[in-house]
């Protein structure tokens, strides 16, 4: 890929949390439907970048950061 057509986005750390807790889930249960294999390999690769770029999920109170930015979140 051209350095120039990198896609930059930024997140919270509460949608940073929330996203990667989601992806986790799926990669788990499998419920969402790929239709094409790109989708999958995205899906890993932001899973992948978002658990590189976390420390909260490793810190023993994750579960408490991570009920926070679910409530944060939620409308």
Same mark, same amino acid.
């Given at each position: 890929?051209? $350095?120039?057509?990198?896609? %930059?986005?930024?997140?919270?750390?509460?949608?940073?949390?929330?996203?990667?807790? !989601? =992806?986790?889930? !799926?990669?788990?249960?499998?419920? &969402?439907?790929?239709?094409? $294999?790109?989708?999958? %390999?995205? &899906?890993? *690769? =932001?899973?992948? !970048?978002?658990?590189?770029? !976390?420390?909260? $999920?490793? +810190?023993?109170?994750?579960?408490?950061?991570?009920?926070?930015? +679910?409530? *944060? =979140?939620?409308?």
């Amino acid at each position: 890929m051209v $350095p120039d057509e990198d896609v %930059r986005i930024n997140l919270t750390l509460d949608e940073a949390l929330v996203l990667d807790d !989601l =992806l986790q889930g !799926l990669g788990d249960q499998g419920v &969402l439907p790929i239709v094409h $294999p790109s989708q999958r %390999r995205a &899906l890993w *690769n =932001l899973a992948c !970048l978002l658990e590189s770029a !976390l420390v909260a $999920p490793f +810190k023993p109170d994750y579960r408490e950061r991570l009920d926070a930015a +679910k409530r *944060n =979140l939620t409308d």
